[in-house]
């Protein structure tokens, strides 16, 4: 089975990998959000490759990463000062923003969409093929369409290994779950498309509290982000959500004793009333980041682990919390 070649971060290595790119190769790499399936957002043919490889859907517009803001002026002609606000604030960084897109950005690289998605990645290995790329880089999440985000590049190779030449490992994710994407494409309105590490009251705060509007959440035919489908990041086992506190005494188990896992947001205290249940635990102590962090690492795991079902125990819905609840419906939405 061929498997892609590994690079590291040597100097030699990311020059190979920058140069990969540059030529139009995909090449995975490493962010602080999640693992993407980077190719040089000039070509065409790269661009289209990229939607190829993921099985993704052509209506569904990939992110543009970036290292420096010359590289946005190509993307975006006229970028809206909310723009340079939010950049300013928090790039290099976890989110993503829409913004009006320069004429000679290709409709495959927006979906048609009159828009561009720019970002530019606080990872440092992601920051330097950047750099000596001298490209900008479309890079969606470096997974089948629909299946859970990889976090690591094991991930990367897992599921995509036998499709691309080149993964880039970095380690494991900090963030853990994709970019926040803020859309201020439209003057007068800031629209939070998909809740992520940045939460909308920190993106509020950051332009003296001006109001960030959710739109309502979208189902399959109109996409404006597909991050905002009904059924995203899912894995194959069933997977059922039980309210924060609740697990795992009120859960009836469908299946038989042993083949469901529950999934906590802390480590459950030593409970003599669940030891039928295969117990995994997202976090140590239950913090927000800590659960971001291993969120779809946990998910997969479980999911090749052959339990018939996987309960998962909902963080508490604020801040943070309320992204990885948004991941999770997605998860369980069949
Ligand atoms: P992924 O890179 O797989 O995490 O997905 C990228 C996300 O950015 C998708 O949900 C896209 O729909 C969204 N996105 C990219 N470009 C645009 C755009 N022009 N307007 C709205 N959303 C976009
Ligand atoms: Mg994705």
């Known amino acids: 089975m061929p498997t892609a070649s590994i690079l590291g971060e040597s ?37 289209r490759s990229i939607f190829t490889v993921k099985g993704r859907p052509l209506i569904d517009p990939l992110i543009v990463h970036v290292h420096d803001f010359s590289q946005v002026e190509e993307l975006c002609a006229d970028v809206p000062p909310i723009a340079h606000q939010l950049a300013e604030a928090f790039w290099p960084g976890p989110l993503t923003l829409i913004l009006p897109k320069a ?14 998605a720019v970002r530019m990645p606080a ?15 479309a890079a969606p999440s470096a997974n089948p369409f629909g299946y859970i985000s990889p976090t690591c590049a094991e ?17 494991p ?10 859309d201020v494409s439209t003057p007068g309105e800031i629209r939070l498309l998909r809740p992520g590490p940045l939460t909308g009251e920190q993106i509020s705060e950051a332009l003296n509290g001006l109001p960030v509007t959710t739109p309502a959440a979208t189902s399959s035919d109109k996409p404006v982000a597909p991050g905002m489908l009904t059924r995203h ?47 995994y635990w997202f976090s140590e102590t239950g913090a927000l980041e800590d659960i971001s962090q291993s969120l779809f690492g946990m998910l997969r795991k479980l999911d090749q682990a052959g339990h018939s079902h996987i309960y998962v125990e909902l963080p508490p819905s604020d801040g943070l919390g309320l992204s990885l609840i948004d991941r999770l419906n997605r998860a369980a939405a069949r």
Request: charged letters at 20%.
């Open 11 to 47: 100097d030699d290595h990311v020059r190979m990998a920058a140069r990969l790119l540059r030529e139009g190769e995909l090449v995975a790499l490493p962010t602080e959000t999640v693992y993407g399936l980077a190719g040089n957002a000039r070509l065409e043919t790269t661009v």
């Open 103 to 116: 004429p000679q950005v290709s409709d495959l690289l927006t979906a048609g969409h009159p828009t561009v």
């Open 123 to 137: 990872h440092p290995l992601a920051r330097r093929i950047l750099q000596a790329a001298d490209v900008p880089l």
């Open 155 to 171: 991930h990367v190779q897992e599921s995509l290994g036998e499709r691309i030449g080149w993964i880039v490992d970095g380690g």
């Open 173 to 182: 994710c900090q963030k853990g779950i994709e970019s926040t994407i803020i």
């Open 233 to 279: 990041y899912s894995p194959h086992t069933p997977l059922t959500l039980v309210p924060n506190g609740q697990l795992p005494p009120a859960i009836p188990p469908t299946a038989p004793e042993g083949s469901s896992a529950w999934l906590a947001t802390a480590r459950p205290r030593a409970d003599a009333s669940s030891p039928a249940y295969t117990r």
